[in-house]
């Protein structure tokens, strides 16, 4: 099973994902496939993303049982700690800390 999330994708990639995966929720996409079409999959959403962002997770026979993917400016980044893969936050940009501080 693979999971794609996507925040402000372009029309026509949302359309695209469509096609091949179930929209579970605005933005979420699942379905099964195999690695090949995966792969061709996430070839699509990384030439189409624009200026959003998109994470997909499939399952894997690791320590984990699953992997994942990002594309796109997100303040989570994967990151890899003794063979697992977690998720790091970046900091905020000094224009979003002013106006959580007022």
């Known amino acids: 099973m693979m999971v794609i999330a996507v925040n402000n994708a372009p029309p026509n990639l949302r359309g695209r994902l469509a096609v091949w995966l179930l ?3 605005a933005g979420i996409y699942v379905g099964k ?3 090949r079409v995966r792969e061709r999959i996430w070839q699509q959403v990384e030439a189409g993303i ?3 962002d998109a994470v997909m997770c ?3 026979p690791n320590d984990q049982g699953f992997e994942f993917a990002t594309v796109g400016q997100n303040r989570r980044m994967p990151r890899d700690f003794d063979g697992l893969t977690l998720v790091s936050f970046s900091p905020r940009e000094e224009s ?3 106006k959580c501080s007022r």
Do not use: D, K, L
Request: proline share 0%.
């Open 23 to 25: 929209e579970i929720r």
């Open 96 to 98: 979003e800390n002013a």
């Open 33 to 35: 496939y195999s690695t």
């Open 58 to 60: 499939w399952q894997a």
């Open 50 to 52: 624009g200026q959003g």
